[in-house]
């Protein structure tokens, strides 16, 4: 069956420096791939959405890269700053038929002041 | 634009008691929507979607289950909660015939004493 793995230790950085974050996947390549950020006690939030023949997006200071054949995606953020300490949650798509989103357990980020 | 709405916020049930969550959506017509559950620092677990009015699928077999009987309502019913029903619990809706981004709800804290 499919897997989605995410770091379930916390990241602990710098403020300033560049968080990176990572998603693997096993067996099938994802249609696309999404990340959503979580604060505590809070629903998730959509941040960006890559496809499988995108190599890379940007928003802002966030930027997704997506490596079909390493099976795996980065997400990062630049000039982290404290107000981005929350969970960081990955859903890749599988061309499945089945119409709902499985997420990853998530990374906790804490960007130190 | 469009909302979504959840309620109640927290509830506090006895063990053997019964349960209805409710979700409705604002601003756009015949969406996906879904229910999710989050244990305490674990990742989302689908519980339902669906496609349409009176469309339900069920994602793993347990005491819940789920209606919707109007387009842009979506509602979590239990008839005896037990103990394991405790959770944080989130609607989500994407737009008719995709499943790619999903917009969460601020979620219902159920705590089943």
């Known amino acids: 069956s499919q897997k989605i793995e995410q770091n379930s230790e916390a990241l602990n950085i710098q403020e300033g420096k560049t968080a990176t974050l990572t998603c693997n996947y096993t067996?099938?390549?994802?249609?696309?791939l999404q990340w959503y950020r979580q604060d505590p006690g809070r629903g998730p939030v959509f941040l960006l959405l890559?496809?499988?023949?995108?190599k890379e997006k940007r928003k802002e200071r966030l930027k997704v890269t997506f490596d079909t054949t390493l099976k795996q995606s980065l997400f990062h953020i630049t000039a982290s700053q404290p107000a981005d300490s929350a969970t960081y949650l990955c859903a890749p798509t599988f061309d499945t038929g089945r119409r709902a989103l499985t997420f990853g357990s998530g990374t906790r980020l804490q960007v130190q002041p | 634009s469009q909302t979504i709405h959840q309620w109640p916020a927290t509830l506090v049930q006895p063990v053997g008691s019964p349960l209805s969550l409710e979700c409705t959506v604002e601003?756009?017509?015949?969406?996906?929507l879904y229910w999710y559950r989050q244990a305490a620092g674990r990742g989302l677990q689908l519980l339902f979607y669906?496609?349409?009015?009176?469309?339900i699928s069920s994602e793993v077999p347990q005491n819940l289950s789920a209606s919707r009987p109007q387009d842009r309502q979506f509602i979590l019913s239990s008839k005896k909660l037990l103990l394991s029903d405790s959770g944080f619990y989130l609607c989500a809706w994407s737009e008719a015939g995709s499943m790619e981004t999903q917009y969460f709800g601020p979620g219902t804290r159920l705590l089943v004493l």
């Open positions: 669906s496609v349409g009015i009176g469309q």
């Open positions: 890559i496809r499988e023949n995108e």
């Open positions: 601003g756009t017509s015949n969406p996906n």
């Open positions: 067996n099938y390549s994802p249609a696309y």
